[in-house]
């Protein structure tokens, strides 16, 4: 299977290609006295660092040759103190250029992460996880390996060249301006070169994103995997994914050494013209071969700031590509979030009443909307069971309370109050959720348990764990510190529902949502809890998501979810009697085998 | 936050990153109560490979294993390594001639010239062009093929890790964690890619004329040479601080950036819950946090550059300034020539400048190490459930290799808290089993000891007589499926989720599969049908859906023996029925172990085997079951009461 490739929008074109770079410059801005200081200290350690072997002639030159051995030491001093300079400002330069642009790196990826918390649901069904790490690790790396490096050399670098130059030009006018005049092929080599490794760049940034995607999904997906013994299917596809990005990254060498190869020649070739351009010269006495061996030795200092140039294109392009991923995400709009006159009425005025009113919902990009006009009421303290058949929308239903989608049409409201028009975090209080699959994370069960209520103290956690049936929690080796193995998996299916129950009650919801709760649950356990829960939520209004008749015990009236319509509302003794589609979803009897003479009764032997 | 030599702290740390002993690290001041958010593994070894370990002979061990996976890795590309350098030692040579002609042709063409004569300016000029085209092929080539030979390695070195992750068994992962994968495998690679791409030709060059002016300074003047040798000791000094503090640094950067991505993937899978419970406040201070921790493991390590670096060249400025007034000095007194100080001078500086390169070189090298270390430390790690060096057939189809048998087996998860004790269990070929009993009795363990997930700590589980230890893997799965309630889907579309149980499948068969299993009404109902992407794990499809899809997915690889824990409980009524009507179609003749808690699942069982505190406490028919006074008849009882 390959790895999705719409899970991402398209390279943005259209714009500038360093657009995205530039738009990230509120995050150097701190920093910009210590880049305006670490460009001085850079600019003062390539002076020290030339200054040195101009002493070391003038010691060759002057004291040496005339015997003068007080002027000896005090060249050799000075040879010294430029020595101790240039390491001392390579020092600063580079200990303040750690910090400044790992400061900048960790600033963006927080940045990143709370954009990422705050985006809706659909938002991450739509984008790959592992598209997003690699913003967060590669790119921002690659933005960071710019802003301490390619960004200076490249500032360095074109003051050396245009110093360099102007002095070849007062050096001798022509010659000079056919140094001059070789920045034009250089200039043009490196413009094609950043575009056509701009589009490199990029496609290997979004390759290194499906590759980590697909590494996530095999240990997501290992223990499928395990089962079915697809290692080696598994394994092909990574291969075929991870040529890719190999292909990729040939590729950009190729360009890189194509490139840097032919930056070399220019230099080069520039020297040999000035060598039988000067020798003409000397020979016809228009220059002296002093000024002619001085215009080749300055000369000569070019090669390195051009032999650079590739690099630092490369760098600046990969950081560019870099930023625009990254922008891809931090502009993609919350579309879920505080309205701007939300309300956040005391939970002490709110008693709970849960009404749907017309309300549908289609997800994004879908055709067929999910939800279709469904009106609810649920009245304070009340439990309405939700029955429906498999895939009927019944999950959907639960995840607009919360906001976790937005309805597409109608209103949904807690007391009256719109559920748009309330703030987030008081909404979200007031509901709470316990999810089809138990989500945990790997950290302590305390944490798990208390993820909704962080100061929830050490008796409410044990009340809620009771409650749930989750006392085994305490059992385990180091109690409620016992980190959770990757999505609690080490636990088994029943264990891990109870722990996401007694989180949800723990967070002591006004309006409880819950989805198919006890389904990996014992006939005896489920019993326990259902008891439980009756008695610790008498006043709390309750949605619950059911497939077994079992649980309807737990619920006041049940709601028939046909096709994203509520066909039925009623007691669940009422509609097993007068509506034959909840009949035939909840009775307990085998329907009429279709032309199959199987079991009579409950067993076949 | 504690340093690591500060004894206070009983609590085992929560974070088991190495701290190395530093200035840098102790303004780290956080409340505990953050400290403890990822809880107390119950492996000791949770959060590396076993390889890894603090005490310095299994660091020195695991550096040299890395640096053998290292020569392993190179030893295919030898040859193009050798290429690789005898051009970038042709690139140099052109590179140094050409400055050199250009002094020839003022010494030598420039007189003639002025004589009239152009012949020797040509030749110096040919000379130069031909120099000059050297360079280029020689430089593209060369820069052309270190890619390559770095990509390969790469690629190389990827595909292993991935396929030994793959062979690991459950135990590892659930303690290894994804995130930790998934940096071993993108960030830490990143970091050795830093090094192949521009390390071969800055080690070679630097180390070629570190050697060759060593030589010219000793055949100019050996006491001047002697005391530029002084620097060496400092040199040497300098570099086995840095190699020191850079490796334990280096190794605190891969930790911390892995707890980094470990947290992202896990606040991204679990984006609803984060929402839904108001988690993002805490989730974005831990984020902060081990953000931050990686920004300072980061820091720490470009400071020990940033200190290493400038300390070659203070070294190399202060041996020039000695060396320029000790030379001096010696001429002054006649003991040596004006011009040999003046080159001795000149080749100093070329002498030195290269160490700078180098420092930069073995940066880039501690750095790979590091993760190659880690990488190492994965490939080292022993599959708990190794596949058998010389595996046993199964028997042919008609001897009953679809027979399953438990054999005194005793299993736990962690020794001291055993799960099986000595359980004896056979189930013939073709019959059907339904494995009830409380939830934490041992139904799930014995499933996972059947799949092979874990192997028992005595005792055998066999196949067809075969003991699983000695089944090939291919030949397990292609017998034997385990189906749970976790459905997975991977990325694709979902005609490719149901392939997944049988590749070789036409689009058929696979509609068949579905059809079979009542999967096809909704699937054909999808956007695309059965070529609709799933998405991220299937987050658009119910989880009834994804347990269809799962159901025709092991319709489709037809095993001999199912075993099914639960897999059919985000199912309503009616469709748990289909699934069931159709398994009993399948079952009839395969072996299969069924685990449900709802009892509708037994009614297609031959046998019932209730298990309590990992024993079987009744075994017998239902029918016969179910009027004997025992556990069994109660469940049932309850079962019908809670149907009514």
Same mark, same amino acid.
């Given at each position: 299977?390959?790895?999705?490739?719409?899970?991402?929008?398209?390279?943005?074109?259209?714009?500038?290609?360093?657009?995205?770079?530039?738009?990230?410059?509120?995050?150097?801005?701190?920093?910009?006295?210590?880049?305006?200081?670490?460009?001085?200290?850079?600019?003062?350690?390539?002076?020290?660092?030339?200054?040195?072997?101009?002493?070391?002639?003038?010691?060759?030159?002057?004291?040496?040759?005339?015997?003068?051995?007080?002027?000896?030491?005090?060249?050799?001093?000075?040879?010294?103190?430029?020595?101790?300079?240039?390491?001392?400002?390579?020092?600063?330069?580079?200990?303040?250029?750690?910090?400044?642009?790992?400061?900048?790196?960790?600033?963006?990826?927080?940045?990143?992460?709370?954009?990422?918390?705050?985006?809706?649901?659909?938002?991450?069904?739509?984008?790959?996880?592992?598209?997003?790490?690699?913003?967060?690790?590669?790119?921002?790396?690659?933005?960071?390996?710019?802003?301490?490096?390619?960004?200076?050399?490249?500032?360095?670098?074109?003051?050396?060249?245009?110093?360099?130059?102007?002095?070849?030009?007062?050096?001798?006018?022509?010659?000079?301006?056919?140094?001059?005049?070789?920045?034009?092929?250089?200039?043009?080599?490196?413009?094609?070169?950043?575009?056509?490794?701009?589009?490199?760049?990029?496609?290997?940034?979004?390759?290194?994103?499906?590759?980590?995607?697909?590494?996530?999904?095999?240990?997501?997906?290992?223990?499928?995997?395990?089962?079915?013994?697809?290692?080696?299917?598994?394994?092909?596809?990574?291969?075929?994914?991870?040529?890719?990005?190999?292909?990729?990254?040939?590729?950009?060498?190729?360009?890189?050494?194509?490139?840097?190869?032919?930056?070399?020649?220019?230099?080069?070739?520039?020297?040999?013209?000035?060598?039988?351009?000067?020798?003409?010269?000397?020979?016809?006495?228009?220059?002296?071969?002093?000024?002619?061996?001085?215009?080749?030795?300055?000369?000569?200092?070019?090669?390195?700031?051009?032999?650079?140039?590739?690099?630092?294109?490369?760098?600046?392009?990969?950081?560019?590509?870099?930023?625009?991923?990254?922008?891809?995400?931090?502009?993609?709009?919350?579309?879920?979030?505080?309205?701007?006159?939300?309300?956040?009425?005391?939970?002490?005025?709110?008693?709970?009443?849960?009404?749907?009113?017309?309300?549908?919902?289609?997800?994004?990009?879908?055709?067929?909307?999910?939800?279709?006009?469904?009106?609810?009421?649920?009245?304070?303290?009340?439990?309405?069971?939700?029955?429906?058949?498999?895939?009927?929308?019944?999950?959907?239903?639960?995840?607009?309370?919360?906001?976790?989608?937005?309805?597409?049409?109608?209103?949904?409201?807690?007391?009256?109050?719109?559920?748009?028009?309330?703030?987030?975090?008081?909404?979200?209080?007031?509901?709470?959720?316990?999810?089809?699959?138990?989500?945990?994370?790997?950290?302590?069960?305390?944490?798990?348990?208390?993820?909704?209520?962080?100061?929830?103290?050490?008796?409410?956690?044990?009340?809620?764990?009771?409650?749930?049936?989750?006392?085994?929690?305490?059992?385990?080796?180091?109690?409620?510190?016992?980190?959770?193995?990757?999505?609690?998996?080490?636990?088994?299916?029943?264990?891990?529902?109870?722990?996401?129950?007694?989180?949800?009650?723990?967070?002591?919801?006004?309006?409880?949502?819950?989805?198919?709760?006890?389904?990996?649950?014992?006939?005896?356990?489920?019993?326990?809890?259902?008891?439980?829960?009756?008695?610790?939520?008498?006043?709390?209004?309750?949605?619950?998501?059911?497939?077994?008749?079992?649980?309807?015990?737990?619920?006041?009236?049940?709601?028939?979810?046909?096709?994203?319509?509520?066909?039925?509302?009623?007691?669940?003794?009422?509609?097993?009697?007068?509506?034959?589609?909840?009949?035939?979803?909840?009775?307990?009897?085998?329907?009429?085998?279709?032309?199959?003479?199987?079991?009579?009764?409950?067993?076949?032997? | 936050?504690?340093?690591?030599?500060?004894?206070?702290?009983?609590?085992?740390?929560?974070?088991?990153?190495?701290?190395?002993?530093?200035?840098?690290?102790?303004?780290?001041?956080?409340?505990?109560?953050?400290?403890?958010?990822?809880?107390?593994?119950?492996?000791?070894?949770?959060?590396?490979?076993?390889?890894?370990?603090? @005490?310095?002979?299994?660091?020195?061990?695991?550096?040299?294993?890395?640096?053998?996976?290292?020569?392993?890795?190179?030893?295919?590309?030898?040859?193009?390594?050798?290429?690789?350098?005898?051009?970038?030692?042709?690139?140099?040579?052109?590179?140094?001639?050409?400055?050199?002609?250009?002094?020839?042709?003022?010494?030598?063409?420039?007189?003639?010239?002025?004589?009239?004569?152009?012949?020797?300016?040509?030749?110096?000029?040919?000379?130069?062009?031909?120099?000059?085209?050297?360079?280029?092929?020689?430089?593209?080539?060369?820069?052309?093929?270190?890619?390559?030979?770095?990509?390969?390695?790469?690629?190389?070195?990827?595909?292993?890790?991935?396929?030994?992750?793959?062979?690991?068994?459950?135990?590892?992962?659930?303690?290894?964690?994804?995130?930790?994968?998934?940096?071993?495998?993108?960030?830490?690679?990143?970091?050795?890619?830093?090094?192949?791409?521009?390390?071969?030709?800055?080690?070679?060059?630097?180390?070629?004329?570190?050697?060759?002016?060593?030589?010219?300074?000793?055949?100019?003047?050996?006491?001047?040479?002697?005391?530029?040798?002084?620097?060496?000791?400092?040199?040497?000094?300098?570099?086995?601080?840095?190699?020191?503090?850079?490796?334990?640094?280096?190794?605190?950067?891969?930790?911390?950036?892995?707890?980094?991505?470990?947290?992202?993937?896990?606040?991204?899978?679990?984006?609803?819950?984060?929402?839904?419970?108001?988690?993002?406040?805490?989730?974005?201070?831990?984020?902060?946090?081990?953000?931050?921790?990686?920004?300072?493991?980061?820091?720490?390590?470009?400071?020990?550059?940033?200190?290493?670096?400038?300390?070659?060249?203070?070294?190399?400025?202060?041996?020039?300034?000695?060396?320029?007034?000790?030379?001096?000095?010696?001429?002054?007194?006649?003991?040596?020539?004006?011009?040999?100080?003046?080159?001795?001078?000149?080749?100093?500086?070329?002498?030195?400048?290269?160490?700078?390169?180098?420092?930069?070189?073995?940066?880039?090298?501690?750095?790979?190490?590091?993760?190659?270390?880690?990488?190492?430390?994965?490939?080292?790690?022993?599959?708990?459930?190794?596949?058998?060096?010389?595996?046993?057939?199964?028997?042919?189809?008609?001897?009953?290799?679809?027979?399953?048998?438990?054999?005194?087996?005793?299993?736990?998860?962690?020794?001291?808290?055993?799960?099986?004790?000595?359980?004896?269990?056979?189930?013939?070929?073709?019959?059907?089993?339904?494995?009830?009993?409380?939830?934490?009795?041992?139904?799930?363990?014995?499933?996972?000891?059947?799949?092979?997930?874990?192997?028992?700590?005595?005792?055998?589980?066999?196949?067809?007589?075969?003991?699983?230890?000695?089944?090939?893997?291919?030949?397990?799965?292609?017998?034997?499926?385990?189906?749970?309630?976790?459905?997975?889907?991977?990325?694709?579309?979902?005609?490719?989720?149901?392939?997944?149980?049988?590749?070789?499948?036409?689009?058929?068969?696979?509609?068949?599969?579905?059809?079979?299993?009542?999967? @096809?009404?909704?699937?054909?109902?999808?956007?695309?049908?059965?070529?609709?992407?799933?998405?991220?794990?299937?987050?658009?499809?119910?989880?009834?859906?994804?347990?269809?899809?799962?159901?025709?997915?092991?319709?489709?690889?037809?095993?001999?023996?199912?075993?099914?824990?639960?897999?059919?409980?985000?199912?309503?009524?009616?469709?748990?029925?289909?699934?069931?009507?159709?398994?009993?179609?399948?079952?009839?003749?395969?072996?299969?172990?069924?685990?449900?808690?709802?009892?509708?699942?037994?009614?297609?069982?031959?046998?019932?085997?209730?298990?309590?505190?990992?024993?079987?406490?009744?075994?017998?028919?239902?029918?016969?079951?179910?009027?004997?006074?025992?556990?069994?008849?109660?469940?049932?009882?309850?079962?019908?009461?809670?149907?009514?």
């Amino acid at each position: 299977m390959p790895a999705e490739v719409d899970g991402y929008p398209g390279p943005t074109t259209g714009r500038h290609p360093l657009d995205s770079l530039w738009r990230l410059r509120p995050y150097l801005r701190p920093y910009a006295p210590e880049f305006a200081w670490l460009f001085l200290a850079g600019l003062a350690a390539v002076g020290a660092g030339i200054a040195v072997p101009l002493v070391a002639q003038r010691v060759v030159d002057g004291p040496v040759a005339r015997q003068d051995p007080a002027g000896l030491f005090r060249l050799a001093g000075l040879a010294l103190l430029f020595g101790l300079a240039e390491a001392v400002l390579i020092f600063i330069r580079r200990w303040v250029q750690s910090s400044s642009s790992l400061g900048i790196e960790t600033a963006i990826r927080a940045d990143i992460y709370a954009h990422l918390q705050r985006l809706p649901a659909s938002f991450h069904d739509r984008w790959q996880s592992g598209q997003l790490l690699s913003r967060l690790t590669t790119d921002l790396s690659a933005i960071r390996r710019f802003l301490s490096f390619g960004l200076l050399f490249l500032a360095l670098n074109l003051v050396t060249y245009t110093v360099v130059v102007a002095l070849l030009i007062r050096l001798h006018p022509v010659l000079g301006l056919v140094v001059a005049v070789s920045a034009i092929p250089l200039f043009l080599l490196a413009r094609r070169f950043a575009r056509a490794y701009h589009a490199a760049s990029r496609r290997m940034q979004d390759q290194q994103g499906d590759l980590a995607t697909l590494v996530e999904e095999t240990a997501q997906g290992l223990r499928t995997a395990k089962a079915y013994g697809r290692g080696p299917e598994l394994a092909a596809r990574f291969a075929v994914s991870s040529r890719a990005l190999h292909d990729t990254a040939v590729g950009k060498g190729r360009l890189l050494a194509d490139t840097s190869a032919r930056l070399d020649l220019v230099p080069n070739l520039t020297l040999g013209v000035v060598l039988v351009a000067g020798a003409g010269a000397a020979a016809a006495g228009t220059l002296t071969i002093g000024e002619l061996v001085a215009f080749v030795s300055l000369q000569l200092l070019l090669i390195w700031p051009v032999q650079g140039l590739g690099w630092i294109i490369a760098g600046g392009q990969e950081a560019a590509t870099a930023a625009d991923r990254i922008r891809e995400v931090l502009d993609t709009p919350v579309a879920i979030l505080d309205a701007p006159d939300a309300a956040a009425p005391p939970r002490a005025q709110l008693l709970g009443r849960l009404r749907f009113s017309g309300v549908s919902f289609r997800y994004p990009g879908a055709r067929e909307p999910v939800l279709r006009e469904v009106d609810l009421t649920v009245e304070p303290g009340e439990t309405v069971a939700l029955v429906g058949a498999t895939g009927s929308g019944k999950s959907t239903l639960l995840s607009l309370v919360p906001r976790l989608h937005d309805v597409t049409g109608g209103h949904l409201t807690i007391d009256g109050y719109d559920v748009r028009h309330l703030q987030l975090a008081t909404l979200r209080r007031l509901v709470g959720v316990a999810f089809e699959e138990p989500t945990l994370f790997s950290m302590s069960v305390w944490e798990n348990v208390t993820l909704g209520r962080p100061d929830a103290g050490d008796e409410e956690v044990r009340a809620a764990l009771t409650l749930a049936q989750a006392t085994f929690a305490y059992d385990l080796p180091w109690g409620l510190a016992t980190r959770v193995g990757e999505q609690g998996l080490s636990l088994s299916g029943g264990q891990r529902q109870r722990l996401a129950l007694a989180r949800t009650v723990l967070s002591r919801p006004a309006l409880l949502l819950l989805d198919d709760p006890l389904s990996a649950l014992d006939v005896h356990t489920e019993a326990l809890v259902e008891a439980a829960l009756r008695r610790a939520l008498p006043n709390t209004t309750t949605l619950v998501v059911v497939h077994r008749p079992a649980t309807i015990a737990l619920a006041d009236r049940v709601a028939l979810l046909e096709d994203g319509r509520i066909t039925a509302l009623g007691r669940h003794s009422d509609l097993l009697a007068t509506v034959p589609a909840y009949r035939a979803l909840l009775s307990a009897e085998p329907g009429p085998p279709a032309g199959d003479p199987a079991p009579n009764g409950l067993v076949r032997s | 936050m504690t340093d690591g030599d500060d004894p206070g702290g009983d609590p085992p740390p929560a974070i088991p990153v190495p701290r190395p002993r530093s200035c840098f690290l102790s303004n780290g001041a956080v409340e505990s109560t953050q400290e403890n958010w990822r809880g107390i593994a119950v492996d000791p070894d949770a959060d590396r490979s076993r390889a890894e370990d603090t @005490d310095p002979a299994a660091v020195a061990r695991l550096r040299a294993r890395s640096r053998a996976l290292l020569r392993n890795l190179l030893h295919p590309h030898r040859r193009q390594l050798a290429v690789a350098v005898a051009l970038l030692l042709i690139q140099n040579v052109a590179g140094m001639a050409g400055p050199y002609l250009v002094m020839l042709g003022i010494d030598r063409a420039i007189p003639p010239l002025r004589a009239g004569d152009a012949g020797p300016l040509a030749y110096i000029a040919a000379a130069f062009v031909v120099a000059t085209v050297a360079e280029y092929t020689a430089r593209r080539g060369f820069l052309v093929r270190s890619a390559r030979i770095g990509q390969a390695v790469l690629l190389d070195l990827r595909r292993r890790v991935y396929r030994h992750f793959l062979r690991l068994s459950v135990t590892f992962h659930e303690r290894y964690t994804s995130g930790r994968m998934v940096s071993r495998l993108t960030s830490d690679l990143d970091s050795i890619g830093e090094l192949v791409g521009g390390g071969i030709d800055s080690l070679v060059l630097a180390a070629l004329s570190i050697l060759s002016v060593a030589a010219i300074l000793l055949w100019l003047d050996l006491p001047l040479a002697a005391v530029t040798l002084l620097a060496f000791p400092f040199l040497f000094w300098l570099s086995r601080w840095f190699a020191r503090t850079s490796a334990v640094a280096y190794r605190w950067t891969r930790d911390s950036i892995a707890l980094v991505i470990v947290h992202t993937v896990e606040s991204l899978r679990g984006i609803r819950a984060v929402q839904a419970f108001r988690r993002e406040p805490r989730n974005q201070r831990i984020f902060t946090r081990v953000n931050d921790d990686y920004r300072r493991a980061s820091l720490h390590a470009f400071q020990l550059i940033a200190t290493y670096s400038p300390g070659v060249k203070l070294i190399g400025n202060v041996t020039i300034a000695v060396v320029l007034c000790y030379g001096g000095w010696r001429v002054l007194n006649g003991h040596a020539e004006v011009g040999v100080l003046a080159a001795f001078l000149l080749y100093l500086r070329r002498f030195f400048e290269p160490m700078q390169e180098l420092s930069q070189f073995y940066n880039s090298l501690q750095s790979a190490t590091a993760a190659l270390e880690k990488l190492a430390g994965v490939l080292d790690e022993q599959p708990e459930v190794p596949e058998p060096a010389r595996p046993v057939p199964l028997p042919a189809a008609e001897s009953g290799r679809g027979a399953v048998a438990f054999r005194s087996v005793s299993f736990g998860y962690h020794p001291q808290a055993p799960i099986l004790r000595g359980l004896d269990l056979d189930i013939p070929a073709g019959q059907t089993v339904a494995l009830i009993g409380p939830t934490g009795a041992g139904k799930s363990t014995i499933a996972k000891l059947l799949a092979r997930f874990h192997d028992p700590n005595t005792g055998t589980v066999s196949l067809g007589g075969v003991d699983l230890r000695d089944l090939a893997d291919a030949d397990l799965r292609q017998t034997l499926v385990l189906v749970t309630q976790e459905t997975h889907l991977f990325g694709g579309t979902v005609a490719e989720n149901i392939r997944f149980g049988r590749p070789d499948a036409d689009d058929a068969a696979v509609a068949a599969a579905a059809k079979a299993i009542g999967a @096809d009404e909704f699937i054909t109902a999808l956007p695309d049908g059965y070529a609709t992407q799933v998405h991220r794990r299937g987050s658009r499809l119910s989880a009834g859906q994804r347990q269809l899809v799962a159901f025709a997915r092991v319709f489709l690889a037809d095993p001999a023996v199912l075993i099914l824990d639960e897999a059919t409980s985000s199912l309503d009524v009616p469709t748990e029925r289909a699934v069931q009507r159709a398994l009993a179609t399948i079952l009839r003749d395969r072996t299969a172990l069924v685990i449900a808690h709802r009892l509708s699942t037994v009614e297609i069982a031959d046998r019932v085997v209730v298990l309590e505190s990992g024993r079987i406490v009744e075994d017998g028919p239902p029918g016969q079951l179910v009027h004997s006074d025992g556990r069994y008849a109660a469940l049932h009882r309850q079962w019908l009461d809670s149907l009514s």
